[in-house]
C-alpha cells in the first residue's frame, strides 16, 4: 500500500481559489469514504491556508487521479486547470509533509497553535467515517505526537506573532493574568477594537470607551458590554483602569504626563499599562517615566514583534530536527511492512511444525506428568523462538535498508510459505 | 559515616554547579537548558539533604553550630525555599540568581568543614534547632526576597526600555514578582521573630551579655518590620518595595556577616 498526498496551500494557491477548495465538517466525511474507495485508507485535512488528501491504495497512480478528480471538482475547474495549483507528494515525502504540517512550520506564522488540532479534527473525523487504516491511523497519531513535542521541546509559539498579541502579551508580563482587569479604550475605530478584541479574550473584565463622538464610542461598548463617555472623562477613569488602549485620530496627546502623574498619586502604587497605537500618539512618551506606567506605542511593539519572529523562526530550525527525526521513526515503520506478512508466516509455518511433531510424538510423551509435559511444550517454543530471532531481525534491518522486498521474496521461496495462509495472515495482522 | 558525608558533599555541589552554569546558559538562549538547571538543583538538594540527614545522625549535640555548619543549612533551606516553585517555568530565571549563590556558600561551607559530619555542639540541641533553625530560615526567605526584588527590577527596566527580546525570556509577571516579595517577607519574619525571641529567653534565663551580632540580628528585623508596614499599610508597592527588599537584604550581607565572623 502506498501513502498519496494530494493538495494546495497558500504557498500555491490565492485565496480565492483556497476558499472553493475548502472541505467543510459535513463534507468531509463523504469524501473521504469516496477517495478511499473499496479497500484504501483517506484522510481531508482542510485549513483556511489549505486543502490536503491524503489517500492509501495499493495504486498510487490511481489514488492521485482520484484525488485530482475530488479537487478539482470542488474548485469547479478542469483537472488540467488545477493542476499548477495542486502538489502532489509520496509516502515518506507526504509523511515528512504532514509532520511540518503539525509542527506548524508549513504555517503562515512559524508556531501558530492551532493547526494541530486542525490534524486532529481531521483525523477524528476519517475515523469516525472507517476510512482511517493502519497506515493513516499510524501516520496521523504520529503527526499528533510530532506537534505536541515541538510546542513542548522548542519555543516556537511561545512569542506573539501580531501588534495586538504583543500588547496582551505585555500587559500580562505587567499584570500576569489579565482576568478581571480594566480596559479603557481611547477612540472607537478599527484599530481599537482589534486590540481591545485581543485584551478580551484573555479575561478582560470590563472596558470603558471613551471618544470624541460619544454615539460612536457607545456603539463600540455595548459590542464588549462596556460603558461609554467623551474624552473629557478620562482622567478620573484612568484612577481605575489598569490598561489604556489608545487609537485616537487627535493632532496632539490626549494624555499628557501631568494627568496620568495626577492618577498615579490615587492608584497607590497599581500599574497601569498604556498601548498608544494613534499615528500621531496619544499618550505623552514621558509618561513611561513615571513609577509603575508602561507606554508601548506601535513601533515599540513592532520590534518585539520582529524580535518573536525571528525566535520563532530560530526555534524553527530546531523543530525542523525533531520532525525529520519522526519522519525517519515513519519510513522504517512503513519499510517493515514489506517483511511484516513474510515474518509472520515464517513463524507461523514454524508454530504448525512445532505443534504438529509435538502431536506425532504424542504416544511417546504420554507417560510425562503435566509439569513436564509443560516443560517439553516450552522448550520446543524457546528453540524456535531462538531459531527465528536471527532472521527476524536481519529481515527487519534490510526492510530499513530498502532491501525488504528481496529477503521478503527470498524467505518465502527458501521456505515455501503462502501468506495465503489463514495463520499466518492471523499473525500478520 | 565521614566517608559517607564526604561522597554525599560531591553530588550535591556538582548539581549545583551544574544547575548554576545551565541557568546561565539558559539566560543566553531561553528555554533550552532549563530542564538540565531544575535536574540539577534537585538532585543537589536531594543530595545535601541526604548529607545533613547524616550530619545529624553521627553528630552528638547540634551538627551546624558553626558558621560553616550553619551556612550549609542555610544553603540547604534557600535551594528548598527555591524548588517551592523554581520548577514552574516562569520562575526558573530566579534560579540565575539563586544557584550560582548557593553553589559558592555550599563550596565555602565545605572548604571551611560544615559539611563533615564530625564536631556537634554542646549547647543544648532543641534551644539551637530553635534558634539557628528559625533564624537561618528566616534569612533563606530574606535572600529569596532578595531575589525576587532583583528579577523585578530587572524585569521593569526592560520593560521600561522597551528592550525587543522582552518576552523572549520567560520570568514572572511584575505583579507575581510584587506579591512574591511581600509574601516571602511575610513569612519569613515571623521565623526571625520567634528565633529571636527563643535567644532573648535564654539570654534571660542563663544570662549573658548583649553583643553586635544580637544588635544586627535587631536591626534586621526592624527593617523587614518596616518593610512589611510599608508594603501592606502604606501601600508601597513595586519599584519602591523591591528596592526595599534589597536595602534590608545588603543591611543583612554587610552587617550580619562581618559581625557573625570577626
Keep these: 500500500m502506498r501513502l498519496v498526498l494530494v493538495g494546495t496551500s497558500h504557498h500555491r494557491a490565492p485565496v480565492e481559489l483556497r476558499e472553493q477548495l475548502y472541505v467543510g465538517t459535513p463534507e468531509n466525511p463523504v469524501l473521504v469514504r469516496r477517495l478511499a474507495a473499496a479497500e484504501g485508507e483517506a484522510v481531508a485535512l482542510s485549513t483556511c491556508n489549505r486543502t490536503e488528501l491524503y489517500v492509501v491504495d495499493s495504486d498510487p497512480e490511481v489514488a492521485q487521479e482520484r484525488a485530482f478528480a475530488e479537487l478539482a471538482a470542488l474548485g469547479g475547474l478542469t483537472e488540467s486547470e488545477i493542476a499548477p495549483s495542486l502538489y502532489t507528494l509520496t509516502d515518506d515525502a507526504a509523511a515528512l509533509h504532514l509532520f511540518r504540517v503539525a509542527a506548524s512550520l508549513d504555517s503562515m506564522i512559524p508556531g501558530e497553535a492551532q493547526i494541530l488540532g486542525q490534524v486532529r479534527g481531521a483525523y477524528e473525523t476519517a475515523k469516525a467515517a472507517g476510512t482511517a487504516g493502519p497506515i493513516l491511523h499510524r501516520l496521523f497519531r504520529q503527526a499528533l505526537r510530532v506537534g505536541r513535542r515541538v510546542r513542548a521541546e522548542t519555543a516556537i509559539g511561545e512569542n506573539p506573532a501580531s501588534i495586538s498579541s504583543a500588547a496582551a502579551e505585555l500587559a500580562e508580563r505587567v499584570f500576569g493574568t489579565l482576568e478581571g482587569r480594566r480596559i479603557l479604550v481611547l477612540g472607537a475605530g478599527k484599530m481599537s477594537d482589534l486590540a481591545a478584541v485581543n485584551l478580551i479574550s484573555r479575561g478582560v473584565e470590563s472596558v470603558f470607551v471613551a471618544n470624541r463622538s ?103 530550525v530546531r523543530a525542523e530536527a525533531i520532525v525529520a527525526e519522526e519522519a525517519e521513526r515513519f519510513r522504517a515503520w512503513q519499510l517493515s511492512l514489506d517483511v511484516v506478512p513474510a515474518i509472520a508466516s515464517l513463524r507461523a509455518r514454524a508454530e504448525s511444525i512445532r ?37 527476524t531481525v536481519r529481515m527487519k534491518q534490510a526492510a530499513a535498508a530498502a532491501d525488504g522486498v528481496l529477503y521478503a521474496d527470498a524467505v518465502r521461496h527458501l521456505f515455501d510459505l503462502d501468506e495465503r495462509d489463514p495463520q499466518a495472515r492471523q499473525q500478520g495482522e | 559515616m565521614g566517608e559517607l558525608a564526604l561522597i554525599l558533599v560531591w553530588p550535591a555541589l556538582a548539581g549545583y554547579l551544574e544547575a548554576a552554569v545551565a541557568y546561565v546558559g539558559d539566560g543566553l538562549h531561553p528555554g533550552r537548558l532549563s530542564r538540565f538547571a531544575i535536574w540539577g538543583v534537585r538532585v543537589g538538594w536531594l543530595a545535601q539533604t541526604a548529607l545533613l540527614v547524616v550530619q545529624a545522625a553521627r553528630a552528638d549535640g547540634f551538627p551546624w553550630s558553626t558558621w560553616a555548619g550553619s551556612l550549609n543549612l542555610f544553603v540547604w533551606l534557600v535551594v528548598g525555599a527555591y524548588l517551592i516553585w523554581g520548577c514552574r517555568a516562569p520562575y526558573r530565571l530566579l534560579g540565575l540568581l539563586v544557584m550560582p549563590l548557593a553553589a559558592m556558600l555550599f563550596l565555602i561551607a565545605w572548604a571551611s568543614g560544615g559539611a563533615g559530619s564530625d564536631g556537634g555542639s554542646e549547647v ?39 528592550a525587543p527580546g522582552v518576552l523572549r525570556q520567560r520570568a514572572p509577571s511584575q505583579a507575581a514578582l510584587d506579591t512574591l516579595t511581600g509574601r516571602t517577607v511575610l513569612v519569613a519574619l515571623p521565623a526571625l521573630t520567634l528565633g529571636l525571641a527563643v535567644g532573648f529567653a535564654r539570654l534571660g534565663s542563663e544570662g549573658g551579655g548583649f553583643d553586635a551580632l544580637m544588635a544586627v540580628a535587631v536591626l534586621t528585623w526592624a527593617a523587614y518590620t518596616a518593610f512589611l508596614v510599608l508594603r501592606f499599610e502604606a501601600g508601597w508597592r513595586g519599584r519602591r518595595t523591591a528596592y526595599l527588599a534589597l536595602a534590608a537584604f545588603a543591611l543583612v550581607v554587610t552587617a550580619l556577616v562581618p559581625v557573625a565572623h570577626f
Excluded at chain 1, 274 to 293: K, S, T, Y
Excluded at chain 1, 357 to 386: C, H, M
Aim: overall charge negative; aromatic content about 6%.
Design chain 2, 124 to 162: 543544648g540541641d532543641l534551644f539551637l534547632a530553635f534558634h539557628v533553625g528559625l533564624i537561618l530560615a528566616a534569612f533563606a526567605g530574606f535572600t529569596l526576597a532578595a531575589g525576587l526584588a532583583a528579577l523585578y527590577l530587572w524585569q521593569e527596566r526592560r520593560l521600561k526600555s522597551h
Design chain 1, 214 to 316: 460619544v454615539e460612536r464610542a457607545e456603539r463600540l461598548a455595548k459590542r464588549f458590554g462596556g460603558r461609554a463617555a467623551g474624552l473629557d472623562a478620562v482622567e478620573s477613569e484612568l484612577e481605575d483602569v489598569d490598561i489604556v488602549v489608545a487609537s485616537t485620530g487627535a493632532r496632539g496627546f490626549v494624555l499628557s504626563k501631568e494627568q496620568v502623574e495626577r492618577a498615579m498619586k490615587k492608584r497607590r502604587g497599581r500599574p497601569i499599562f498604556f498601548v498608544d497605537i494613534a499615528v500621531p500618539r496619544d499618550v505623552d512618551p514621558a509618561v513611561n517615566e513615571l513609577e509603575g506606567c508602561y507606554v508601548y506605542d506601535v513601533d515599540d511593539l513592532e520590534r518585539v514583534v520582529e524580535e518573536s519572529v525571528a525566535g520563532r523562526r530560530e526555534e524553527a
Design chain 1, 355 to 391: 505443534a504438529s511433531e509435538l502431536e506425532r510424538a504424542g504416544g511417546r510423551l504420554n507417560s510425562l506428568s503435566p509439569s513436564e509435559r509443560r516443560a517439553v511444550e516450552s522448550l520446543t517454543a524457546q528453540i524456535v523462538n531462538k531459531l527465528l530471532h536471527a532472521p
